[in-house]
């Protein structure tokens, strides 16, 4: 794993979306995977800016919440079409987002990991963490190697969604989330982690043993993942002085 710490969740996010622009210029017809929530927004809207060609790129998200109308304002689809797609030149037909209101969903889950071997497989996944250690929506206990599937949140996640949904209440209890296997398979993942209420989570991923009661610490297990860090989130770290002089020493061929 490469612990990038930056100072800033501005410093941090200008070095994702740097890795995204160069991959995107490499390769123009990527497959990436994409979040939602609070932590990818600003990486969203730094993307948008740099007017990247987005036409032949094709895009798998993370996971939905099962039941919400499509166009609810919460919907894992309102947000990506709000916070990213509408933005740039992607084709309706290349995003793909759990369809949240499938009538059968294990079918639609099967179908969903088909889609992504048949474009090829993920280049590059984004990720966030909650504060129980979930990426994608899978939750503590979920299996290591999970594929796409329905999955019911923790309290801890509901709460913590609470403030989107006006109360704990609301928030949908049952979503569809890819697996830990389908996020492991992607060629590169890109964890991403904000603000102190992250860094217990963050520590146990990168520093403690690999669990399912931490789903992220799996990441440690995948050959390229870089973990994107402000210093909040980064302050329960015990190694960070290494990090930082790893990633300063870098030769500048591998810099981003
Ligand atoms: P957040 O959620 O970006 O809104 O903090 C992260 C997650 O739950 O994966």
Request: hydrophobic share 40%.
């Amino acid at each position: 794993m490469e612990i990038i710490i930056q100072p800033t969740q501005q410093a941090a996010t200008e070095v994702a979306a740097r890795t995204i622009a160069r991959l995107l210029c490499g390769k123009p017809n990527a497959v990436l995977g994409l979040a939602t929530g609070s932590t990818p927004l600003l990486l969203y809207q730094t993307l948008i800016a740099m007017k990247l060609d987005w036409s032949h790129v094709t895009t798998f998200n993370l996971d939905e919440y099962i039941g919400l109308p499509r166009d609810h304002a919460q919907s894992y689809h309102s947000f990506m079409w709000n916070n990213l797609f509408k933005h740039v030149n992607i084709g309706k037909e290349n995003v793909h987002i759990p369809d949240g209101n499938a009538q059968d969903i294990p079918g639609f889950c099967r179908e969903y990991e088909e889609q992504i071997s048949a474009a090829g497989g993920i280049d590059l996944q984004v990720l966030g963490i909650g504060t129980d250690g979930h990426i994608g929506f899978n939750e503590p206990s979920s299996s290591l190697a999970s594929r796409t599937r329905i999955k019911t949140l923790t309290r801890q996640t509901c709460m913590d969604n609470a403030r989107f949904f006006g109360s704990e209440e609301s928030v949908p209890r049952h979503v569809i989330t890819m697996g830990i296997g389908t996020i492991m398979e992607a060629r590169q993942n890109l964890l991403l982690a904000f603000g102190q209420n992250k860094a217990c989570a963050i520590a146990q991923a990168v520093e403690g043993p690999i669990t399912s009661i931490n789903p992220a610490s799996i990441l440690q297990m995948h050959p390229v993942v870089k973990v994107i860090l402000d210093e909040l989130a980064a302050g329960n770290l015990t190694r960070s002085d290494y990090y930082r002089w790893v990633y300063k020493s870098k030769p500048d061929w591998q810099s981003v």
